[in-house]
């Protein structure tokens, strides 16, 4: 296979550590590739740097001249009052076709992403067929290689599992960043991790996913022995440089020179392994044994005189782990609201056991102040958390969740999404819980947080009811389902 966009020697930093150093890659016509990382690693960015739309510090880039490049952004923007057709029609005004084939590769390819009225505003879609919509406009250039930063953010699983399809069948490459486990094993025949842990801040493997995660499980070992075998040989020669202070001649000056650059070495091996920590994510229990935590008969609701749900019953016990399951719309948020006791039922009824409490965490993590500090929504009063027990000092709390002591005075609103995400975490780990309702945790949390999390939540012994996208988690953690087909059905399996 070609190679259709090559980067040799790329190197990109902010702040004082590098992103990435010496970057070397090939992407090859047909390559589909799965592009992975801890949250803040520089994926987005790389994905930026391979379009063209950044410029590294270092390096070069190398697109073949006749390819043609395709880039689908984390967030999808639209010229303000177009419709989807003219969305289409504008992202093709600059290829050099006749107007006929504008029209109709636009109708073809809103047709294959599943829009039916080509007249719609864009302005009006759900965040689902919004994503669908800058994909379209991307396959109407017909691209040799598409770059993909985060594809599956606000897709319901129908639409997932119909961009898996899309992809497997494309006559493209592709390089697609993504922490949908699911989802990376569909579409990738090798992946790349970026992260400061490798030498250089990067990882390839050629395989699936889980060809991947064991070759990466080997380089990080034979790493962690690499780093004791040197701090080994730094203690050592400290020894030996002590003992020798006052026979330091030139003949020895060799070994000291050794010494200094074991001792640099130890210090890079330190930082690398270090960074491959993972948050302590870790939801309190009450401890409550009561056989019957809460009882729904019969709920009902509607949204706009449309019915979400009806008829509904379910009752948690402590080790319930109840998974929502359906399409955008269908009413899996309004559901947990109800079983939070934040809105009413239209119908039926719930009934909860004494002091019964509740942990939510909302979509989109709203209840976050995007205007405080990191030092405050983690520790409100004072500069000292209890958890379990514990009196922990705000730098060694927000430590648990990766974040360094210069970031506690960072606003919130200033984070990544799944610094947020951690934030919201923490906070919700200092309140013991009976009944965890979780509304898309793993939203914007990277893969060794989503372990974690995954890990927590299969040993916290109250209930829990789950709304996610994540069909990983989903399916090891969930020992029950409830299907909403959002038309007011609902089917517990």
Request: glycine share 10%; with cysteine; aromatic share 6%.
């Amino acid at each position: 296979m070609s190679v259709l966009l090559s980067v040799q020697g790329l190197c990109k930093s902010y702040g004082p550590r590098p992103l990435f150093t010496d970057l070397c890659l090939d992407l090859r016509a047909g390559e589909h590739v799965g592009l992975i990382g801890p949250n803040g690693s520089g994926k987005s960015t790389l994905l930026k740097l391979l379009a063209g739309l950044e410029e590294p510090d270092g390096g070069t880039r190398s697109l073949r001249r006749t390819a043609r490049l395709g880039y689908l952004a984390q967030d999808d923007v639209f010229a303000t009052g177009q419709s989807v057709r003219e969305v289409l029609l504008a992202g093709l005004a600059e290829e050099p076709i006749e107007e006929h084939e504008r029209e109709t590769r636009t109708s073809i390819t809103l047709t294959q992403v599943g829009f039916t009225d080509p007249d719609q505003q864009a302005s009006v879609l759900s965040g689902g067929w919004r994503k669908r919509l800058a994909l379209a406009r991307e396959l109407t250039r017909r691209p040799d290689l598409l770059l993909l930063d985060e594809p599956t953010n606000h897709l319901d699983l129908p639409g997932i599992v119909w961009l898996e399809r899309l992809l497997r069948d494309a006559s493209f490459g592709y390089v697609v960043a993504t922490h949908d486990r699911a989802f990376l094993r569909a579409v990738a025949d090798e992946v790349i991790e970026i992260s400061r842990v490798y030498p250089g801040g990067y990882f390839r493997a050629p395989g699936a996913y889980d060809e991947f995660a064991q070759r990466r499980e080997e380089f990080l070992d034979a790493q962690a022995r690499r780093q004791e075998s040197v701090a080994n040989q730094v203690r050592r020669e400290t020894e030996w440089l002590g003992r020798k202070a006052a026979a330091r001649t030139r003949k020895a000056g060799f070994r000291i020179d050794a010494a200094e650059r074991r001792r640099e070495e130890l210090e890079e091996l330190k930082y690398r392994n270090a960074s491959a920590g993972a948050a302590g994510i870790d939801f309190v229990s009450t401890g409550r044994q009561t056989r019957k935590l809460l009882t729904a008969v019969g709920l009902a609701k509607s949204l706009g005189g449309r019915p979400l749900f009806a008829g509904l019953d379910l009752m948690l016990t402590p080790g319930t782990k109840l998974g929502l399951l359906g399409p955008n719309g269908s009413g899996k948020s309004s559901l947990l609201r109800v079983l939070a006791g934040e809105t009413a039922p239209d119908a039926g009824t719930i009934a909860r056991a004494d002091g019964l409490r509740t942990v939510m965490f909302e979509q989109g993590r709203a209840a976050l102040d995007p205007s405080v500090t990191l030092r405050r929504a983690l520790c409100p009063n004072g500069d000292t958390v209890i958890c379990r027990d514990r009196s922990l000092h705000v730098a060694a709390w927000a430590k648990q969740f990766l974040f360094r002591a210069e970031q506690l005075d960072v606003l919130v609103g200033s984070l990544s999404g799944g610094e947020q995400a951690r934030v919201r975490i923490a906070q919700l780990m200092l309140r013991p819980a009976d009944l965890l309702l979780l509304d898309e945790p793993t939203n914007d949390l990277d893969i060794p947080a989503l372990e974690v999390l995954e890990d927590s939540l299969t040993e916290f012994p109250g209930a829990l009811v789950l709304v996610t996208h994540d069909r990983e988690l989903m399916d090891r953690l969930c020992t029950e389902v409830v299907g909403l087909d959002g038309r007011g059905g609902a089917a517990l399996y």
